[in-house]
């Protein structure tokens, strides 16, 4: 059998892309490195109705890269604030996907901490 030609990884962020496929025009949120670039994916292809932010407060037409930017500014199209992010949650217009953030060779992923102990972890994490 041959090699596929793709990784793991690219697989994923192309099947989470489809979960934004004719969503109309919400405000796409990846939470995390898969889920990120499967958002930016839809947004570069089947779905640029997408809305995205810069990740703070600005919406913003295209994705902005991972990593370092250089000297990249983003390509600004409006100004989204908390309030405007709640009234896309409460109106239904905002879809978000969270990756974990460990995975053992079992597939248990972790969304809580980093650490051995939980009352003490080295880093909280958006889980419980």
């Known amino acids: 059998m041959e090699k596929p030609s793709y990784t793991l990884s690219e697989l994923c962020i192309c099947a989470a892309s489809e979960a934004w496929r004719d969503g109309g025009e919400v405000l796409a949120t990846g939470i995390g490195l898969i889920p990120r670039l499967a958002a930016s994916l839809a947004k570069m292809t089947h779905s640029p109705e997408l809305m995205m932010?810069?990740?703070e407060a600005?919406?913003?037409s295209e994705p902005v890269?991972?990593?370092?930017?250089?000297?990249?500014?983003?390509?600004?199209?409006?100004?989204?604030?908390?309030?405007?992010?709640f009234l896309n949650?409460?109106?239904?217009?905002?879809?978000?996907?969270?990756?974990?953030?460990?995975?053992?060779?079992?597939?248990?992923?972790?969304?809580s901490f980093i650490?051995?102990?939980?009352?003490?972890?080295?880093?909280?994490?958006?889980?419980a």
């Open 58 to 60: 600005y919406l913003v």
């Open 89 to 111: 949650i409460g109106i239904g217009h905002r879809h978000a996907m969270t990756g974990p953030v460990q995975m053992d060779k079992y597939g248990q992923t972790n969304i």
């Open 53 to 55: 932010t810069d990740g």
């Open 115 to 127: 650490g051995d102990n939980h009352l003490s972890p080295k880093a909280q994490l958006l889980g």
């Open 65 to 85: 890269p991972v990593g370092p930017r250089d000297n990249y500014q983003p390509k600004i199209e409006g100004y989204m604030n908390y309030s405007r992010v």
